[in-house]
T-cell receptor
Framework: KNEVEQSPQNLTAQEGEFITINCSYS?????LHWLQQHPGGGIVSLFM???GKKKHGRLIATINIQEKHSSLHITASHPRDSAVYIC?????????FGTGTRLTIIP | KAGVTQTPRYLIKTRGQQVTLSCSPI?????VSWYQQTPGQGLQFLFE???????NKGNFPGRFSGRQFSNSRSEMNVSTLELGDSALYLC???????????FGPGTRLLVL
């Protein structure tokens, strides 16, 4: 079993829909990262969380340490949000990554 | 500030050769981490350097090595290349842990 599990693996939605991507982990962590990777490979760090909730524009990330679960929400989704979203946890002095969620937003 | 840069961006090698990849972190960042991304295994941690010392290492064979210079620039080396080493190699810099990691554009290595 992977230490970091993401769901769904693939998600297709219409423009404007509310999107939720989930991440569960099984190890002790000091922080959780949400990353965005566009075609071509470049990775951008969206959030780093150790508790609670963070918001940046249309993106919201939450984490529940007790349940070892985090969610990434996108409100009013747009085709430019199409990318792979990756959850990564920082524990044992290193990042361990989920397999990613491929999000496609259709105009 | 300039972002993380990696050179070269693309590289083609043959089996048995060795390769050196370079990463220049954001100015002021002392931590550089390296990652391998493949379609089959996804993103995996290779190693981290902080102030010229390897601070942590992932589960990769000894053919994978790295170093960091006094200006925080880092190199990773892969010796005796295998077909399975074909991957996107990413480095990321930060100013500590757990801190936001800033990723470079990656080096895409193809081993023939």
């Amino acid at each position: 079993k992977n230490e970091v599990e993401q769901s769904p693996q693939n998600l297709t939605a219409q423009e404007g829909e509310f999107i939720t991507i989930n991440c569960s982990y099984s190890v002790g962590i000091s922080a959780l990262h949400w990353l965005q990777q566009h075609p071509g490979g470049g990775i951008v760090s969206l959030f780093m969380l150790s508790s609670g909730k963070k918001k940046h524009g249309r993106l919201i990330a939450t984490i529940n340490i007790q349940e070892k679960h985090s969610s990434l929400h996108i409100t009013a989704s747009h085709p430019r949000d199409s990318a792979v979203y990756i959850c990564a946890v920082f524990g044992n002095e290193k990042l361990t990554f989920g397999t990613g969620t491929r999000l496609t937003i259709i105009p | 500030k300039a972002g993380v840069t990696q050179t070269p961006r693309y590289l083609i090698k043959t089996r048995g050769q060795q390769v050196t990849l370079s990463c220049s972190p954001i100015s002021g960042h002392r931590s550089v981490s390296w990652y391998q991304q493949t379609p089959g295994q996804g993103l995996q941690f290779l190693f981290e350097y902080f102030s010229e010392t390897q601070r942590n290492k992932g589960n990769f064979p000894g053919r994978f090595s790295g170093r960091q210079f006094s200006n925080s620039r880092s190199e990773m080396n892969v010796s005796t290349l295998e077909l399975g080493d074909s991957a996107l190699y990413l480095c990321a810099s930060s100013n500590g842990h757990p801190k936001t990691q800033y990723f470079g554009p990656g080096t895409r290595l193809l081993v023939l």
